[in-house]
T-cell receptor, first 114, second 115 residues
Framework: EPEVTQTPSHQVTQMGQEVILRCVPI?????FYWYRQILGQKVEFLVS????????KSEIFDDQFSVERPDGSNFTLKIRSTKLEDSAMYFC????????????FGNGTRLTVT | KQEVTQIPAALSVPEGENLVLNCSFT??????LQWFRQDPGKGLTSLLL?????REQTSGRLNASLDKSSGRSTLYIAASQPGDSATYLC??????????????FGKGTKLTVNP
């Protein structure tokens, strides 16, 4: 069964550094998402992406964050100038037709900011 | 603002038992409701999606119901097995002006099925 793949599985970075989290969504899916889960807390929405542009973003997704689909397969989340509170599990997800279809999640990237 | 609550936070049952996980949401204006399973250190696996016009969905030993007017959903697991041990998450797509692309999640119910 096709799956969403994320790399790396674990990223450790120092405060103030930039990180890029990578995702390969399922090939025929059109909608892409980033969610995050801080340890012990709820999974929370960051951003949705459709037709090569952001379709919705949360208050969390400020100027520190950006997303890109640099080619036909990858979907990236860049976090500039990381802060301690950015430490979380970041999940990429994709869906075939947006809200009408289930979201398929990757296994996540655990980001640790020291 | 939509809030999703799941009760109980944790549940431990013996193998073979039938069980019910509960989910409630504060705003009945939803597009659909989804149940996910999360294994430790892993991503979320979609289990069932119920559209707002539907009352229930079934997949194998899983049955999810939706009562939109009362803001409730239940996930029924029949004949539980140790392999069902995981955290089960409930999430809704709010139906807002212009639509919403974001799933709103509950905190989950951690299920342990003991052999």
């Amino acid at each position: 069964e096709p799956e969403v793949t994320q790399t790396p599985s674990h990223q450790v970075t120092q405060m103030g550094q930039e990180v890029i989290l990578r995702c390969v969504p399922i090939s025929n899916h059109l909608y892409f998402y980033w969610y995050r889960q801080i340890l012990g807390q709820k999974v929370e929405f960051l951003v949705s992406f459709y037709n090569n542009e952001i379709s919705e973003k949360s208050e969390i997704f400020d100027d520190q964050f950006s997303v890109e689909r640099p080619d036909g397969s990858n979907f990236t989340l860049k976090i500039r100038s990381t802060k301690l509170e950015d430490s979380a599990m970041y999940f990429c997800a994709s869906s075939e037709v947006g809200t009408d279809s289930p979201l398929h999640f990757g296994n996540g990237t655990r980001l640790t900011v020291t | 603002k939509q809030e999703v609550t799941q009760i109980p936070a944790a549940l431990s049952v013996p193998e073979g038992e039938n069980l019910v996980l509960n989910c409630s949401f504060t705003d009945s204006a939803i597009y659909n409701l989804q149940w996910f399973r999360q294994d430790p250190g892993k991503g979320l696996t979609s289990l069932l999606l119920i559209q707002s016009s539907q009352r229930e969905q079934t997949s194998g030993r899983l049955n999810a119901s939706l009562d939109k007017s009362s803001g409730r959903s239940t996930l029924y697991i029949a004949a539980s097995q140790p392999g069902d041990s995981a955290t089960y998450l409930c999430a809704v797509f709010p139906l807002g002006q212009g639509g919403s692309e974001k799933l709103v999640f509950g905190k989950g119910t951690k299920l342990t099925v003991n052999p």
